[in-house]
């Protein structure tokens, strides 16, 4: 019995090992990848009053004039990239600002290295712009008298993959509320639950991306 179990055992042994060393990355660092195309994931999603609107007539008359639905292909400048410094430091040209890199298995999340969002909860847009966000970084109340807003916290950016090949995650939306408005791209993700937040006054239309990363 023992004469046929350590065979076995060292043959389990030696097949984890080269499973191990398959999946382990060689990167060589500085690492650029490039945009190469955008995929939809979603399409254009549309709430008011906790209902979702299905009527595309309505979603579409909603949306227009704003240029972060329905994005194509053809809007993509083939110069935009990022930079892996190292395994733990990113670079957005576009951005300004280094991001630290937090990654488990597949899932990157991407933190700007100070905190530089400002976000007043007490302001009805910022909060259900806030609720939106399926990944977010702590908040840090902000001393009173600022007359800024009452937190800041770091942008976070999400995307998957690994360091030779990403997918950035996009989220496109639209926020209508009594006295104002809200339209941008955010490279974050949809937090489902968010919808329960919004009143019978307040209106969001979400449409979720994916940007394809590659080195040339």
């Given at each position: 019995m023992k004469n046929f179990l350590l065979p076995a055992i060292l043959l389990l042994i030696f097949s984890g090992l080269l499973s191990?060393?398959?999946?382990?990355?060689?990167?060589?660092?500085?690492q650029t990848l490039y945009v190469t195309g955008i995929a939809?994931?979603?399409?254009?999603?549309?709430?008011?009053n906790h209902m979702e609107i299905k009527d595309t007539a309505?979603?579409?008359?909603?949306?227009?004039?704003?240029?972060?639905?329905n994005l194509q292909n053809n809007t993509i400048?083939?110069?935009?990239?990022?930079?892996?410094?190292?395994?733990?430091?990113v670079v957005f040209p576009w951005s300004g600002t280094k991001f630290s890199v937090s990654r488990t298995d597949d899932l990157f999340l991407?933190?700007?290295?100070?905190?530089?969002?400002?976000i007043d909860m007490s302001t009805r847009l910022d909060m259900l712009v806030d609720t939106l966000l399926k990944?977010?970084?702590?908040?840090?109340?902000?001393?009173?008298?600022t007359n800024l807003c009452n937190y800041i916290t770091r942008?976070?950016?999400?995307?998957?993959?690994?360091?030779q090949e990403l997918e950035l995650s996009s989220l496109s939306l639209k926020i209508s509320i009594?006295?104002?408005?809200?339209?941008?791209?955010?490279?974050n993700e949809l937090y489902e639950g968010a919808m329960s937040g919004y009143g019978p006054y307040d209106t969001v239309a979400v449409q979720s991306f994916a940007f394809h990363l590659m080195p040339r």
């Open positions: 191990s060393c398959k999946k382990k990355e060689t990167i060589t660092f500085p939809k994931k979603s399409e254009i999603r549309m709430f008011t309505v979603i579409n008359h909603y949306v227009a004039g704003s240029k972060y639905f400048d083939p110069s935009d990239h990022i930079t892996f410094e190292s395994e733990d430091t991407f933190y700007s290295k100070n905190p530089d969002v400002y990944y977010k970084d702590r908040k840090i109340p902000v001393p009173s008298g942008e976070v950016i999400v995307a998957h993959g690994n360091y009594p006295g104002g408005y809200f339209s941008e791209r955010l490279l």
